[in-house]
């Protein structure tokens, strides 16, 4: 009897991990049919116009097969100079080594602008096949943020679907998919406070992706923050625990480094040149866009008012990398961008450090988005693409948050819309305009289905609406209008409109987080009473 009763009760553990295995799998089946639809969709696109970020990235492969370590940092013989971190040049180096079997005419240093088909389907090929990163970033983040399995598809649609990131990895040419990749396995890691060893790993994953691409040290004032608090400052080992993390990032350093050290100073001119100015040739959607027209409108004002004599032809509209001087506004340096970074970001890291109540992994994700939204909106010669640093790790909060599915709707349409002027070929513009209008309606769509109801206001839907009349505008309407003249009209136009819906974006997000705050903070002290 005893062993008959035994055997038709199920032990209570054994069916728990059978529906964790079974629930793992469900999600892990939607992960790689997305995954797959989307690849389909990248290869059909590999045709396409390129930028001539393709040319930068061949000339790395280049330099990194045919040169010794010693001179990838100093070689000048293109103009596209290795101006990424040590780990992106080895990874570039790891692509030679493949390049070399597909077509060793690509990695000749004096073979510039070399393009031939089996060059351009090696090329594209390493992106796409480098996003099996962001995906595997996409999983192990989903696995530590979402439990219902609604919230996970609509997470792995918002980020494996993201049209920005298509644009800018598998049309114009870059490998952000492969980078945020990291970000999101960091997070992940990072975000399991009961564990310190995976916390070590996040810490260890970050510092590998700063030496991949140093653009994201925007957001590493979150990552030290978050972890002093929920790794350091516990259980008394404060010095034992900062030495482990310092120890992890000091080896990383070194390798990445250490072989390069007899060219630091030519890496780290590199890396941070200062002297391309203030915004780049094309004007990301930022603080910076606003500046220069109320710069631009005010000495045509002070003109008419014969305050001054002569209205220089801004550089700032002439599509070029060089240092500008205002006319009427003071001309930032890079100190005060700096500044006003940090005082943008002191905030929320604040709240992160010190309020109790910030105390789970999604007050440490709006953080890092404030922070690289923050660095977007008020740093040096920032560019256009950086947008995606914030767009993609809200993604995590959209999904289960009502404000910030609001915040992303708004943000993602304006930065996604900021982007495709990358694509400047007059036969793309129905792709562009195509592939804008569909990430608006399903990113609407799929969020108020989630949630049940409408997300917008009226006055954001009227500004939403408005973006793909801009990008029409853009793309067909200004040539047909003004022919050649004019020609970074239609460029500045999408970048100040844009940046009203980025900063909005921005001024949203810190009045949720300090409403947020204020809340919890009401709730405990009624608790008290």
Known sequence: ????????????????????????????????????????????????????????????????????????????KSQWTLDYPPFFAWFEYALSQVAYLFDEEMLKIDNLNYASPTTIYFQRTTVIFSDLMFAYGIRELGEVFYKSYNSYCVFIFLSLCNIGLLIVDHIHFQYNGFLLGFLLLSIAKVSKTWNQVSMLQGAAC??????????????APAYIVWLLKSYCITNGQFFKRIFILATIIATILVLSFGPFINQLPQIISRLFPFKRGLVHAYWAANGWALYVTTDKILSIIWKYLGWIKIVKSAVM??????????????????????????????????????KKSAITS??????????????????????????????????????????????????????????????????????????????????????????????????EFLYISVLPLIAAYESILHKCLFSDNLPFLPLALISIYCAIGVIYSWFLSYYYLLCDNDNKKRIREKITK
Not at 206 to 219: C, S
Not at 376 to 386: D, L, R, S, T
Not at 447 to 457: D, E, G, T
Request: some cysteine; aromatic content about 12%; hydrophobic content about 50%.
């Open 1 to 76: 009897m005893t062993d008959t009763k035994t055997d038709s009760v199920s032990n209570p553990n054994e069916v728990d991990k059978k529906e964790q295995f079974n629930r793992k799998w469900n999600m892990d089946k939607v992960l790689l049919r997305t995954f797959a639809l989307i690849t389909c969709i990248k290869a059909l696109l590999i045709p396409c116009y390129y930028s001539t970020d393709f040319e930068v990235h061949r000339n790395w492969l280049a330099i990194t097969y045919s040169l010794p370590i010693n001179e990838w940092y100093i070689n000048t």
């Open 362 to 459: 999604k007050h440490f994700v709006r953080c890092l988005v404030l922070c690289a939204l923050t660095s977007f909106i008020f740093g040096w010669h920032v560019h256009e693409k950086a947008i995606l640093t914030a767009i993609i790790p809200l993604c995590v909060l959209a999904a289960v948050d009502i404000n910030d599915a609001r915040i992303y709707i708004i943000l993602s349409s304006a930065g996604c819309t900021s982007l495709l002027p990358l694509l400047y070929p007059d036969n793309l513009a129905p792709l562009k305009l195509l592939l804008l209008i569909l990430h608006i309606f399903s990113t609407n769509l799929i969020l108020q289905y989630q949630f049940k109801k409408s997300l917008l206001y009226l006055y």
């Open 317 to 354: 509209t002439g599509g070029l990398v060089q240092e500008e001087i205002f006319t009427v506004l003071p001309t930032p340096k890079p100190i005060i961008t700096f500044i006003l970074t940090f005082i943008g970001m002191l905030p929320a890291l604040y709240i992160l450090l010190c």
């Open 206 to 219: 970050f510092a590998i992706l700063l030496n991949l691409k140093h653009i994201y040290l925007y957001v």
